[in-house]
């Protein structure tokens, strides 16, 4: 067996034991995520396949893609199509806002991280939608702040 096809076995048996802070931690997810990207796996492309239907993130960012562009285009004559993620998560949030993953009872929470990475899923589709890193940075007490931003040319 192929060490590649070992990998995708023991990451598909580690997303089994973990599947619950998976579903329910957002640092957690963000560290699995990062995991699968280098054997090529997207447990976020597949609804029905294997990924989609075990761990359901895939409809996790489906349904977090949809409240994000909900939230950006209604701010957006207010903001000219550019808000920050943390924004979006605070108006989010303030809406209670909360998704159920595939064959879980329990809601999870969500992060910026996620909210990023449902818009990176919408501009794959030509929506109109991404984020921006941009940074301030003030030389003379050498401090940088930075922010996310979601622009939305729709």
Known sequence: METVEKLEIHLAKFAKKHKHAIQQDPAFRAKFLEMCGPLG??????EKGFWGSMLG???????LSVKVAEVCLASRSRNGGIIRVSEVKDILTQRGTK???AHSQNKSTY???????????????????RTVKLVELRLSC???RSWTMIICKS
């Open 57 to 63: 993130i895939g409809e996790f960012y489906y349904e």
């Open 99 to 101: 998704f159920k993953f």
């Open 111 to 129: 992060s910026e991280e996620d909210i990023i990475t449902s818009v990176k899923k919408l501009s794959m589709l030509g929506s109109g939608f």
């Open 41 to 46: 796996v997207d447990p976020l492309s597949a």
């Open 142 to 144: 050498l401090f940088q």
